[in-house]
């Protein structure tokens, strides 16, 4: 009998304890013979099919979500095919499970539910030997690399290596989504202290308890690092996650011309939401050049999202002076306006000559946007006299609530319906149940840069980019627009239901890899079937046969 060759010779019990070639119980009786495997399994065979319904049940029986995770991940340790199954079968239900807002919360306990270390760990300690560590990873083929150093992780704040578990998420969306391979994908921690005083005192605390380093030790790890990933894992992508702002600035500004690489939070999250205006346009039957963007944070999220609505207006002829005009800022001081002494170079872009307002309210007011977009990290901050405000200058007023996790959205779902007497357009960065208004069901969307980055890292992969360009997240913003349907619409939704998310992914990243072609951001040449090429790449989590 032929065994095929990607068990790499492994057989028996080495197989069932590789987790990206362990099928468990569903090893076939010829597969059990050949591969040494009788009587390390139990006798009933299963199909991969009855393996899904399992841990789907098992999953759902946990009494908490946190349990959900904990099994998830431990699923994934043993049988990376059947995790990837069962998430991207049941995406709408497993996504909120490995991603925002339960990774939020799994993040905040990592010390505890700590099972198997999962990614690589660089520490200050590490420096002058980040390339040995690289080399100890497992796969040699890296393509995508997600690296946080823990300071900002979703809305709550420095977790220091505990923020672990956002790489380790992303990276599995990445598979799930786009089907990125799991094997090319590295989760990479980099600890460089924490300035979390509970950590500081937690005796279970993972990483190195220390305060975070903000000298030259910390850009000479990243430099190091950098350099390291152009040796070892030469193909690779990096991107920068869940960085503070001061750094997640500076090092995308420091390296975006000089390997291929981008921060999701500044450059993703603006291109998923872009295509959510796109959407919302449709709705109010408004043009792009006549909105008028009031956003509540002025940070990562805040400042690439305007940036890209401003590259997107000059693409339909506004002059940039104008195009900065319809984006207006409220930060944690009040109104961002060009009478401050206190705003950073990335907020002086969008500095108007105006009186200053101090609250969110005073600004709706005076302002009177067509869109409330939040990206502040701050709940409840959306209320009732600000939503009614904005419900008061505008048919359909839109709110997009987008930070995360749930508990720190601006405002819920049902807050926003309400408060708009069902007018509103919403969508928020972690998901809300439907909501029902006056006999009307309302699913709102899910503004989560999950519909973006999965598909721009797999047409960066494809096509061998050397470079990743804010084009390709406008491009990525268009083609994810362009398959809201109107069912879609009607419903709320200014996204496509998250079902058909490869199918979004694969078109994304089409779109992406001719941008690289068209610009010459690769040595490969493009393939005549773009778009068949991409889905041939696309992991497939259903069980190969290996006899
Ligand atoms: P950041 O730290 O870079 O920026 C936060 C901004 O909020 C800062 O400008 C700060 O001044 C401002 N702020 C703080 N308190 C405020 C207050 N009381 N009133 C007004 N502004 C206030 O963080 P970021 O990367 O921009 O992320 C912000 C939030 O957006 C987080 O909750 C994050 O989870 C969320 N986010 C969501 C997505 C998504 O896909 N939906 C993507 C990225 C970030």
Redo the contacts with the bound molecule.
Sequence with gaps: MKLKSHLHGKRGADLLHDPLLNKGTAFTEAERDALGLRGLLPPHVATQDQQVARVLETVRRKPTDLERYIYLISLQERNENLFYRLVTDHVTEMMPLIY?PTVGLACQRYALIFRRPRGLFLSLHDRGRVKQVLQNWPHADVRMIVVTDGE?I??LGDLGANGMGIPVGKLSLYTACAGVAPDQCLPVMLDVGTNNAAFLQDPHYIGTAQPRERGPAYDALVAEFVAAVQEIFPRACIQFE?F??AN?FRLLREYRDKICTFN???Q??AS?TLAGVYSALRLTQGRLADQRFLF????????GIGELIVGALRAEGVSEDAARRQCWY????GLVVAGRTDLVEH?RRFAHDHPGATS?LAAVETLQPTMLIG????PA?FTEPVVRALARCNARPVVFA????TS?AECTAEQAYTWSEGRAIFA???PFPDFVLNGRTYQSGQ????YIFPGVGLGIIVSQSQRVTDEMFFVAAKVLASLVTEQDLAVGRVYPNLQRIREVSAAIATAVAQVVFQRGLTQMLCPEDLAARVKAQMYDPNYPDYV
């Design positions: 925002t900002r979703l809305g869940d503070g702002n997640a999701d939070d500044i993703g999250t998923v509540l944070g002025a940070g990562e999220a805040g400042i409220v930060d944690s001081q907020k969110l990206v502040s990290g701050m901050t987008l930070s995360n996790p720190k928020s960065g972690s503004g989560n840069n999950s």
